[in-house]
Nanobody, 122 residues
Framework: VQLQASGGGLVQAGGSLRLSCAAS????????MGWFRQAPGKEREFVAGITRSGLSTYYADSVKGRFTISGDNAKKTVYLQMNNLKPGDTAVYYCAAGPFSASREMANYDYWGKGTLVTVSS
């Protein structure tokens, strides 16, 4: 599975962005998908995940209620809708796929896309 993230950019605090993660290759429906982010000088952290069935989603506490992850199996694409963005959300965002239903652990994800930068100005 190859992953390509896009949709990052510069936005003011309180604004919104939608990230996309397009997958290519076989077996997309066999993978749980996740979004992670890495801010300057910090470790990469879990943001949101969606099970391979697409029926369940889960979030880091810091984004719960503001971010929404969703998937479109026909398009092999996973989205991250980010609303009410804060300067603390500034980071490079990565999408990832793994052969499980759900996980918040980076080590469980086998495939990673190149990140897309989100910058939130105050």
């Amino acid at each position: 599975v190859q992953l390509q993230a896009s949709g990052g950019g510069l936005v003011q605090a309180g604004g919104s962005l939608r990230l996309s993660c397009a997958a290519s290759g076989r077996g997309f429906r066999n993978y749980g998908m996740g979004w992670f982010r890495q801010a300057p000088g910090k470790e990469r952290e879990f943001v949101a995940g969606i099970t391979r069935s697409g029926l369940s989603t889960y979030y880091a506490d810091s984004v719960k209620g503001r971010f929404t992850i969703s998937g479109d199996n026909a398009k092999k694409t996973v989205y991250l809708q980010m609303n009410n963005l804060k300067p603390g959300d500034t980071a490079v965002y990565y999408c990832a796929a793994g052969p499980f239903s759900a996980s918040r652990e980076m080590a469980n994800y086998d495939y990673w896309g190149k990140g897309t930068l989100v910058t939130v100005s105050s």
